[in-house]
């Protein structure tokens, strides 16, 4: 599949930190997740696609604008929808005069048309009902889901959100991933997360970050894999483990490397990122 979001060898450093480490990606449409600890360098790279910062070296595209330039920098602004992980909401707005702020900073200038765009976006996140309530009185998914529809106004073709779902209650995420795969139906999303669960359930590519760099691209199925062979049950946790923990059946579930004659287990994509960023750490200290 052709992409739509080019990336090439990034780097930013802010004052001795290294943020971004000749990161280089794909975006192709629906959603790719982006997996890793915190410090990583994740809200870095959106914030260097959402063009809110400039990479010391490196370039990038987004739907075939480069924005080196201004008249590049523009377009892609104007292709983009951007959910930052504290959105910044003034609390005495209505959640229909905040989607109408950001709609005016996208330059709708046409009031009516505007207006229309507004609701359009509140109605695709069923927030149709409770245009006109203060955002302070609203619950943190419906907060969420303002945020959401903000960064949907003018139908972007490229939608950044970092970590969306954090805060939120078990019902208030799977609303909300049933709203994120609206969204990707048709266009590109990068979802930025601490939660593998968002990812195993949405996400048809995946993306594991460390350090500033890449060390994952492919799909959570490919993710998973990498743990094949090494996610073993014992009836104690196991000594040599990388990590374990008790189930709710009693047994320990174990990931590393097992011992020979162990019960292996079928890893998850929680399984595969584990492994992953130990087998980084293990290679950083060598």
């Given at each position: 599949?052709?992409?739509?979001?080019?990336?090439?060898?990034?780097?930013?450093r802010y004052?001795?930190?290294?943020?971004?480490?000749?990161?280089?990606?794909?975006?192709?449409?629906?959603?790719?997740?982006?997996?890793?600890?915190?410090?990583?360098?994740?809200?870095?790279?959106?914030?260097?696609?959402?063009?809110?910062?400039?990479?010391?070296?490196?370039?990038?595209?987004?739907?075939?604008?480069?924005?080196?330039?201004?008249?590049?920098?523009?377009?892609v602004?104007?292709?983009?929808?951007?959910?930052?992980?504290?959105p910044?909401?003034?609390?005495?707005?209505?959640?229909?005069?905040?989607?109408?702020?950001?709609?005016?900073?996208?330059?709708?200038?046409?009031?009516?048309?505007?207006?229309?765009?507004?609701?359009?976006?509140?109605?695709?996140?069923?927030?149709g009902?409770?245009r006109?309530?203060?955002?302070?009185?609203?619950?943190?998914?419906?907060?969420?889901?303002?945020?959401?529809?903000?960064?949907?106004?003018?139908?972007?073709?490229?939608?950044?959100?970092?970590?969306?779902?954090?805060?939120?209650?078990?019902?208030?995420?799977?609303?909300?991933?049933?709203?994120?795969?609206?969204?990707?139906?048709?266009?590109?999303?990068?979802?930025?997360?601490?939660?593998?669960?968002?990812?195993?359930?949405?996400?048809?590519?995946?993306?594991?970050?460390?350090?500033?760099?890449?060390?994952?691209?492919?799909?959570?199925?490919?993710?998973?894999?990498?743990?094949?062979?090494?996610?073993?049950?014992?009836?104690?946790?196991?000594?040599?483990?990388?990590?374990?923990?008790?189930?709710?059946?009693?047994?320990?579930?174990?990931?590393?490397?097992?011992?020979?004659?162990?019960?292996?287990?079928?890893?998850?994509?929680?399984?595969?990122?584990?492994?992953?960023?130990?087998?980084?750490?293990?290679?950083?200290?060598?």
């Open positions: 599949m052709t992409p739509t979001v080019s990336a090439s060898g990034l780097h930013l004052g001795g930190t290294r943020a971004l480490d000749d990161v280089s990606l794909r975006l192709t449409p629906g959603v790719t997740g982006l997996l890793g600890p915190n410090g990583a360098g994740k809200t870095t790279l959106l914030r260097v696609l959402a063009t809110a910062v400039p990479p010391d070296r490196g370039a990038f595209t987004v739907l075939g604008h480069d924005p080196a330039g201004s008249r590049g920098r523009q377009q602004r104007r292709s983009l929808g951007y959910l930052p992980q504290s910044g909401f003034h609390p005495d707005f209505s959640a229909f005069e905040f989607v109408d702020y950001v709609a005016i900073l996208k330059e709708l200038t046409d009031r009516t048309a505007r207006h229309r765009e507004v609701r359009r976006v509140l109605e695709e996140v069923d927030l009902d409770v006109a309530r203060r955002i302070k009185k609203l619950s943190g998914g419906m907060r969420q889901r303002v945020a959401l529809a903000a960064a949907l106004v003018g139908d972007p073709g490229f939608l950044v959100l970092d970590e969306p779902t954090v805060g939120l209650d078990p019902e208030q995420r799977m609303r909300f991933r049933e709203l994120i795969a609206q969204a990707g139906e048709g266009r590109t999303v990068l979802l930025s997360t601490h939660q593998t669960e968002d990812v195993a359930m949405l996400c048809h590519r995946v993306l594991v970050m460390a350090d500033g760099r890449i060390l994952f691209e492919g799909t959570p199925a490919e993710l998973a894999a990498r743990a094949a062979g090494r996610v073993w049950s014992s009836t104690e946790r196991a000594p040599g483990a990388k990590a374990g923990w008790r189930t709710g059946t009693g047994s320990f579930r174990n990931v590393g490397d097992p011992p020979a004659g162990a019960d292996l287990l079928e890893p998850t994509l929680e399984d595969g990122y584990l492994l992953t960023l130990d087998d980084r750490a293990t290679e950083v200290a060598a």
